[in-house]
């Protein structure tokens, strides 16, 4: 019993850190607009998304989901309105390693886009789940 009360702080931190790491596995949508790469399929398919890759043009075309379009972060802005005119449309957003594709799913939201959702781990977890990858050629 003294060891709790002598490292009462200790025990408190580590609690916490343990329910922060469960965090997103227990609470639905905590994990905000990501998806697994099995998510992201059945979206995909399910919502017929549109796959917007907002990697580099040598990223791209290194490897990218069947279909998916080209539109670099730096241009994102500029480029999607004339890309997507449908505000509504669902789109799946992803990049290398899901970095870029969350800041981009920021800025699409700030051009007023509604369905929008960021593959989890991008073009990493894609290829991990072994999916389809199209080489640009």
Same mark, same amino acid.
């Given at each position: 019993?003294?060891?709790?009360?002598?490292?009462?702080?200790?025990?408190?931190?580590?609690?916490?850190?343990?329910?922060?790491?469960?965090?997103?596995?227990?609470?639905?949508?905590?994990?905000?607009?990501?998806?697994?790469?099995?998510?992201?399929?059945?979206?995909?398919?399910?919502?017929?998304?549109?796959?917007?890759?907002?990697?580099?043009?040598?990223?791209?075309?290194?490897?990218?989901?069947?279909?998916? %379009?080209?539109?670099?972060?730096?241009?994102? +802005?500029?480029?999607?309105?004339?890309?997507?005119?449908? %505000?509504?449309?669902?789109?799946?957003?992803?990049?290398?390693?899901?970095?870029?594709?969350?800041?981009?799913?920021?800025?699409?939201? %700030?051009?007023?886009?509604?369905?929008?959702? +960021?593959?989890?781990?991008?073009?990493?977890?894609?290829?991990?789940?072994?999916?389809?990858?199209? %080489?640009?050629?």
């Amino acid at each position: 019993m003294d060891f709790f009360l002598e490292n009462w702080i200790l025990i408190s931190i580590a609690v916490f850190a343990a329910a922060m790491l469960l965090w997103p596995a227990l609470v639905p949508g905590a994990r905000g607009n990501a998806l697994s790469p099995e998510q992201a399929v059945q979206w995909m398919n399910r919502e017929k998304a549109l796959v917007i890759d907002v990697c580099s043009a040598e990223e791209f075309a290194a490897g990218h989901i069947l279909g998916a %379009k080209n539109l670099p972060l730096e241009s994102l +802005s500029a480029k999607l309105p004339g890309t997507v005119k449908n %505000k509504s449309a669902p789109l799946l957003l992803t990049c290398a390693s899901g970095v870029r594709s969350g800041r981009a799913l920021a800025e699409a939201k %700030k051009l007023g886009y509604e369905n929008l959702r +960021s593959l989890a781990g991008g073009m990493r977890a894609w290829r991990s789940a072994n999916l389809p990858v199209e %080489k640009k050629t």
